[in-house]
């Protein structure tokens, strides 16, 4: 049973890796922003009216957000259910976060574990913070 979680832990650990360096690859769409990121539990112990619900709240946190553009919240979603997966990396589209909820897959379990590593790790990488690289060079006056 511990050896399950060590190697349930480490796999996650390295999709984390893999799905910050994707993040990274979708700099164009970050804002400026803290970074915040959604856990949304897709899985059929919620229900279906349970999930419309969750939707709601979670649809009403993103019109709050775009209420404020001077902050311009990073927004990512990790779902988990049928599959634990980043859904949507960090953006600040709200409404095409919004309208990706339409597509995703009802049903399965629900392994909020592995969407907490997930995240936990991916923070871990900095997945959210911009890099720059500035070369200046030097002058003698």
Not at 11 to 24: L, V
Not at 44 to 59: D, I, N, R, T, V
């Amino acid at each position: 049973m511990a050896q399950d979680l060590i190697h349930a832990e480490q796999y996650w650990k390295t999709q984390a890796a893999i799905e910050a360096e994707k993040n990274f690859g979708q700099i164009y769409q970050h804002g400026r922003g803290p970074c915040n990121i959604f856990i949304l539990d897709t899985s059929l112990s919620l229900g279906e009216e349970g999930f419309g619900q969750l939707k709601g709240a979670f649809f009403a946190i993103l019109d709050e957000y775009a209420k404020h553009p001077e902050i311009d919240e990073n927004v990512a979603v990790i779902i988990c259910g049928r599959h634990t997966k980043f859904h949507r990396y960090y953006s600040n589209q709200y409404e095409d976060i919004k309208h990706s909820l339409d597509n995703v897959e009802f049903g399965g379990s629900s392994p909020l574990t592995a969407a907490f590593l997930l995240s936990i790790e991916t923070l871990g990488c900095k997945a959210g913070q911009r890099k720059f690289e500035i070369n200046l060079r030097g002058r003698d006056v």
